[in-house]
């Protein structure tokens, strides 16, 4: 699996030039003006992981593959959105590919840049948006609703059932309230999954910030003031900052983030923020042929990890040939770590762990 990141904001929040910059293009127009990118704009950038160094230096394979993460760009989003102001559905409808969406906040000040509400007010940038994504699956769920109850007469259970369901996240939605914070039973998610809800979607929010800002933002504090929950996060990025990091080698960009009291880029830290917010990890196969990292949730059993190779691995699963990553290192590569006893022969109730070097073996 890759992880797709829907990116949305209003217009002129900075949000396609930081698409630009995190993805290292320049495919979405940056322009003072709403509704300057017409079809949504896709970034496909790796997950940095010193780790596959590593790997690659030891094995010194033929290719190597790392994980990727997709950066959907939206056009900003005004409001009235849901209801076809702007660009409206047609952008919303691009969200809902996305494992997460990532809203760009406007905290910097710039007189040369209009903004759409004519001051800056992140928390009220964040409500106008959040009410399009609420009031788009509230159309979208009325809709299935209405369907739904009038096959309800023939007492077909399901339908009752589902009916039910679309009924109770109905009324969450009128209640302006996003449908991830529900208390859902395992049946109502499933009745609502092919739904694909704005609202149900986990959000990583990205304050963009001036250089000076950026070491001294306060996060919790602004949480406070955002309202959002302790398990919310907020990263402040400066758009400008990733712009000027495109140009510079690998030792200019440290010494850069250096200077402004920073550990990592803003893309490393988002990718970070998005694999904490939904539980994922990296597990590695590595051979003379590929060194390859692949994505998988956290919690994923054998079967369910060689799946995301290829279904037929996760229904053939026989066995999982498991070395830990130091040990994989410490060990030189395989045969090393095996001569030390650390390769392990691992079945399907073995719970993969990040960093694991796996092998599958399985029937087909």
Avoid at 85 to 94: H, P, S, T, V, Y
Avoid at 276 to 286: D, P, R, S
Wanted: aromatic content about 6%.
């Amino acid at each position: 699996m890759s992880l797709k990141i829907g990116i949305v904001g209003l217009p002129n929040v900075g949000k396609s030039t930081l698409f630009n910059a995190l993805t290292r293009t320049s495919g979405a127009q940056a322009a003072n003006y709403p509704f300057c990118t017409i079809d949504p704009n896709v970034g496909i950038v790796e997950v940095p992981d010193p780790r596959m160094k590593a790997l690659i230096d030891i094995v010194s394979p033929q290719k190597t593959i790392p994980a990727v993460v997709e950066f959907v760009d939206i056009a900003g989003l005004v409001k009235g959105a849901s209801e076809g102001e702007g660009l409206g559905n047609k952008f919303l409808a691009n969200i809902r590919e996305c494992h997460a969406i990532a809203q760009v906040l406007r905290f910097f000040e710039d007189p040369d840049i209009t903004h759409v509400h004519g001051g800056i007010n992140p928390k009220l940038d964040m409500d106008v948006i959040q009410l399009e994504l609420i009031l788009a699956d509230l159309d979208t769920v009325t809709r299935r609703h209405s369907e739904t109850e009038k096959k309800t007469k023939s007492g077909d259970k399901k339908m009752i059932s589902d009916a039910a369901a679309y009924l109770k996240v109905k009324k969450h939605l009128e209640d302006e309230k996003l449908v991830i914070n529900m208390d859902l039973s395992d049946d109502e998610k499933e009745a609502i999954r092919d739904l694909h809800l704005l609202t149900d979607k986990p959000f990583l929010y990205i304050a963009n910030v001036k250089e000076d800002q950026i070491a001294s933002f306060d996060a919790h504090t602004v949480k406070k003031e955002m309202e959002l929950s302790e398990h919310q996060d907020i990263l402040p990025i400066s758009a400008k900052v990733e712009e000027d990091l495109i140009s510079f080698s690998p030792e200019e960009a440290q010494d850069y983030l250096s200077e402004l009291g920073l550990k990592e880029s803003g893309l490393h830290a988002v990718i970070r923020a998005a694999y904490k917010l939904l539980g994922l990890q990296t597990y590695f196969t590595a051979g003379v042929k590929e060194v390859r990292a692949w994505t998988v949730r956290i919690g994923a059993k054998a079967p369910e990890a060689a799946g995301v190779i290829h279904t037929d691995f996760e229904k053939g699963f026989i066995k999982a040939e498991t070395i830990a990553y130091q040990d994989f290192v410490d060990g030189d590569g395989e045969a090393g770590a095996k001569e030390k006893g650390k390769m392990r022969m691992e079945g399907k109730e073995y719970v993969v762990k990040d960093g694991d070097v796996m092998h599958f073996k399985f029937n087909v």
